[in-house]
């Protein structure tokens, strides 16, 4: 059984307001995600700490087990109240997110505790699928020990990373990870679409 989880916890600082609500091209940024991810899992659900925003989605939403330590409490609420045994997690602010891509990282899943798009030095940890089972012991150790990063509990686990020359043909344009966190970016997006992506 597959879950989703949209992280859409982010305080946006420097958006200034809740980004997974910003209007791009007349439905919010979270609906673009909801869009690409149709029928991909058996069951999706929202963390979040305004639950009260995203009532009209009509979909379970989920509150931070352990509030106040930022993305990591939301990966570490997505594991556990996740039904799956599989958990792909995605952030709220990814409109441009790549359906091959994502059928690709679940299809890899069996193969280990994370499957996780890397490219350079940087994993992208909110565009990946989790073991629950195996994954969230080691999280909660990591939580324990005061790690803060989202890739903090890795050494404890089995990690396949998917590298950009494998990735970069399901995504040819490269816009998966392209995340909006200022008024810039959401310019930028509305320009990619109305060019048509």
């Known amino acids: ?12 600082h420097r958006m200034g307001r809740n980004k997974a609500l910003l209007p791009l091209a007349g439905r919010s940024l ?30 379970r939403l989920v509150s931070d087990l352990v509030p106040g330590i930022g993305t990591l409490a939301g990966l570490h609420t997505s594991l556990a109240t996740a039904r799956g045994d ?12 790549s359906r091959p891509l994502l059928e690709h990282l679940v299809g890899l899943a069996p193969q280990a505790d994370v499957v996780i798009p890397h490219h350079g030095d940087k994993y992208e940890p909110l565009h ?14 990591a939580l324990a020990a005061g790690a803060k990063r989202l890739t903090g509990f890795f050494p ?3 990690v396949l990373l998917v590298e950009e020359s ?3 043909r ?5 816009l998966s990870f392209f995340n909006i966190n200022t008024p810039e970016d959401l310019a930028q997006a509305e320009k990619i679409l109305a060019e048509g992506e």
């Open 128 to 141: 990946a699928v989790y073991n629950r089972h195996n994954c969230l012991p080691a999280l909660e150790n």
């Open 166 to 168: 494998e990735f970069s």
């Open 1 to 12: 059984m597959l879950t989703i989880a949209i992280q859409a916890g982010g305080e946006s």
């Open 156 to 158: 404890q686990v089995k």
């Open 86 to 97: 599989s958990v792909l997690v995605v952030a709220c602010d990814m409109p441009f997110i």
């Open 30 to 59: 979270i609906e673009h995600v909801l869009v690409r991810l149709e029928g991909l899992g058996d069951e999706i659900f929202i963390t979040t700490n305004l639950p009260q925003d995203y009532s009209f989605l009509g979909l």
């Open 170 to 174: 399901l995504d040819p344009q490269g």
